[in-house]
């Protein structure tokens, strides 16, 4: 029991205690309060890297900034497991603060554990002093106090458990770096503790306790429900990924210096995949707790606590039909070690995606039948697509017809005609072989990035790329960056900080003035970008990035939700954030995100961002009223429901889809894109075996405007994909068919006659196209560049000398040097891709 | 050196006023130079065979000369390395990228 100093909270000791005291946890009946999102003095608080200690509070004031602090302690419980609880003071003028300050948007589920979260406060030896909250302040169910040291006002929010909504208010209070799972289960070790905590602090509080015990269980429940929910197929990776979360919590520090264990024994119990902290251990409270039962002595109020705690515990775990009712620190250690090696067992998993498209939830199944009984075939639909399907079986009929041979060679069903010309080619295509000064010149600087002074008056387009010239060679170090960071510049991009430590980092970024800063780049810097290090520099204060619109965290991960958070408050016209690969990065985050950027927000990328549920973040997404571009590729928690919802509400200004990997859709999901997204130009769907013919003849009808699409190991027949280019293939510039075992003469020849637009093509691994079919599509698309036909064996130099293309760069044959001299099409030129960046300013 | 004849040179002016008279074909190596020369439009550089560039220096415009001449070498078959001083690579790049070559 970490409690450390039990005393009885009144407006007298309130004014009296100037100094932070131990925390003492009062139990009060969940109030339906909603917390606000933390405001930036936390995260300064936080910057330090410990608890800070409170600000002596004001008598009157169950103080905010305690409250606040508490907040960020508490572990991120994930959905619904963050309760905190409002500090109320009833009859305390600044309990309307506290109160307005915490405002959940949707509170509607009953509020989970009653305990505040005791933050580090306790950890520091600091309690605070509780306000005596509860009388007449009307509590709803599961609304729990925490009780504030004396003077430090506790905040409590109302914890919706199994809210997706109060994961934004849950994370607020679950700063603690551990901001990635936000399982529901956390809530059930959150709960726990939390009634521990407020159980020891004051006697009368135990009762407080005992009538939020069934608030707690009812949250649990909930939490538990979510939590099974999520869980899945992932059981095991996910409790794994909660304890390691949750050990993060506690050991903020030590881990974010990344020299956390696996599976901390005896922090928690995870059992059967579900999170539960036995008794007592809660996030960032465990900590506490773990130091308090380790030194009993120090805490002798802890007595009573501990013994009405384990009351609390033990009807808990009833109720929640824990088997585990060991306490940690005291019970069987052999147990713990068990229960550690199972949890981390499930890191070292490997998962198959067959198990996850077998184990899909029957649910799934039975959408999909249902959607395939409802429709007919889009091909029998009127439109162009059908009307395209109906010609190209035709017209194969025909020539099986007159050939009079079985179809069993596809190739011989579509005549081409295709004849080589080799001549008018060939002494163009040696001009492009020629290096252009300019590229000369980066090499040369590249190689003496070293011996540069000063990037003074070199545009912003040479120092990107002379920045990603040095980070592909592996020469980036401190010296250029520096360089970079000179003066005021507008746009600093840097696409591999994997070198980068924590204290060049803070060094470099220290001075420098972001005031004109609009781009910021700083993929996979993992390393040297943890919470505090962010807080320290780029998120100081609020605002400090004023004109920031674009900013770039790939792989960041050790960023959680609180740095995030202060990261976006630190950047208020941010409109296009990468999150991709940020492991810590739960949907808690996408609430804060939702809750602050809201309807200016244009471009979200959420690649490989494990720790977000799909269906946790969705409501914190539909709040993203012109989000752009949405890539969520990578996230298996993606489903036709979650699809459906978000297109139905953001639709119609959606231009980029990336769901690659995300192998639960199917073509319910593509019939709901098609429906809503009039204006969608870019779509990505590689890996989606589910998906038929069907998903693309909705995409012909529905979406007119496709100007990228990339199709990879999708089961779509040639006929089809024919189709679809015959329906929409004039809009169309980028087009990927890599590993589309089916694709065939019948594409090839839509491709040659529609698709006069395309720029770059990419029939890699498309083992069913001759020379013939290839050469036709290169000398008629004439706008074409890159054409990439990696793994094609089957392609000889016929067609490599003998099509007529002046322009274009044939790669992917015979392990050509040639990639040195592409010139791909600069997709990233712009910073905002859609939108002119001048049109909100 | 062969005499050069009037209709085939280009010449282009730096920033102090140096002149360098080069190949028309060499010239054109750069596009920039070649969308001035050959555009329908009646440029006055089309019309004078001049050019005047007066952000390029002119060190910076030698060597450009002497990449155009090389890339033609270059493109005939003769594969030779480029050597570029290193003081000039920074503002040499630029100008490249200006001209677009």
Known sequence: MVVLRSRTVTPQTLAKDSTPCPSVIKQSPAVPLLVSPATPPLSASRRSGRLASRSPPTDETPLTTGTKRRRRRSTSAGVCSIAKNKAVDEGNPAADVVKQEAEEPEASLPVSPATPFLSAHRRSGRLASRSPSIDGTPHTAGRKRRSASAGVSSENEAVDEGNPSAEGVASEGNVIADGVKQEAGEETPQTTGRKRRSASADVGSIEENKSAVEENQ????????????????????????????????????????????????????????ELRVPGTLIIDEGRAEREGRQNPSRQPSTVVTEKASREEEERLKERTKDALSKKTGSGSRMDQFKDAARKNAARFAHFEAQEHLEAAPPGVEAAEQSTEGDDEKVEDWPGPFSTAMKIIRDRSNRMNLQSEKPTSD??????????????????????????????????????????????????????????????????????????????????????????????????????????????????????????????????????????????????????????????????????????????????????????????????????????????????????????????????????????????????????????????????????????????????????????????????????????????????????????????????????????????????ALSVARRANNLQSLDLSWCRNLADEAVGLIVDSCLSLKVLKIFGCDQLTDVLLSGHSNPVVEIIGMKMSPALTNVRVIDAQAFAVHYSSVLSSM | MTEMRKEDTVKLISAEGFEFVINKEAAMVSQTIRNMLTSPGSFAEAQHGEVTFPEISTTILEKICQYFHWSLQYASGKETEFPIEPELTLELMMAANYLHT
């Open chain 1, 218 to 273: 009812a949250a649990e429940r909930v939490a538990e429900r979510v939590k099974q929910e999520e869980q899945g197929n992932d059981g095991k990776g996910l409790s794994l990924e909660e304890n390691r979360s949750v050990k993060r919590t506690r050991r903020w520090t030590s881990e974010e210096k990344g020299k956390g264990k696996l599976g901390e024994v005896g922090a928690i119990d995870v059992r059967n995949g």
């Open chain 1, 410 to 747: 596809k190739a011989n069903s579509v005549a081409i005609n295709w004849t080589p010309r080799g001549d008018v080619g060939g002494c163009n295509r040696s001009r492009t072989l020629v290096p252009s000064l300019e590229q000369l010149c980066m090499e040369g600087l590249a190689k003496n990035a070293d011996a540069i002074t000063s990037l003074d008056c070199v545009p912003d387009v040479f120092r990107h790329r002379l920045s990603q010239l040095l980070c592909d060679s592996r020469k980036m170090n401190t010296h250029f960056l520096n360089l970079l960071a000179c003066g005021s510049p507008s746009e600093l991009r840097i696409r591999d900080c994997s070198w980068l430590t924590e204290e060049e980092f803070t060094d470099c970024v220290q001075g420098l003035d972001t005031s004109n800063l609009t781009v910021l780049q700083l993929d996979y810097s993992g390393r040297g970008i943890p919470d505090y290090v962010l807080h320290s520099t780029l998120a100081a204060s609020p605002g400090s990035m004023p004109v920031l619109n674009t900013l770039s965290l790939n792989g960041a991960y050790r960023l959680s939700d609180i740095g995030l958070r202060s990261l976006v408050s630190a950047a208020p016209s941010l409109r296009c954030l990468n999150l991709s690969q940020c492991s810590l990065v739960s949907a808690t985050s996408i609430s804060i995100l939702g809750e602050s950027l809201g309807s200016r927000l244009q471009e979200l990328y959420l690649n490989d961002c494990q720790s977000i549920d799909a269906m946790l973040m969705l409501p914190a997404l539909l709040k993203f009223e012109n989000l752009e571009v949405l890539s969520v590729g990578g996230i298996e928690t993606v489903s036709d429901d979650f699809i459906t919802c978000f297109v139905a509400v953001c639709g119609h200004a959606t231009k980029e889809l990336v769901l690659s990997d995300c192998v639960k859709l199917t073509d319910s999901s593509l019939k709901a894109i098609a429906t809503a997204c009039p204006r969608l130009h870019s779509l990505n769907l590689s890996n989606l075996r589910q998906l038929t013919d069907s998903a693309l003849g909705y995409l012909a009808n529905g979406c007119q405007e496709i100007q990228t699409l990339k199709l990879c190991r999708n089961n779509f027949s040639d006929e089809a994909i024919a189709a679809f280019i015959e329906a929409s293939g004039e809009s169309l510039k980028d087009l990927s068919l890599n590993n589309v075992k089916q694709v065939s003469h019948n594409t």
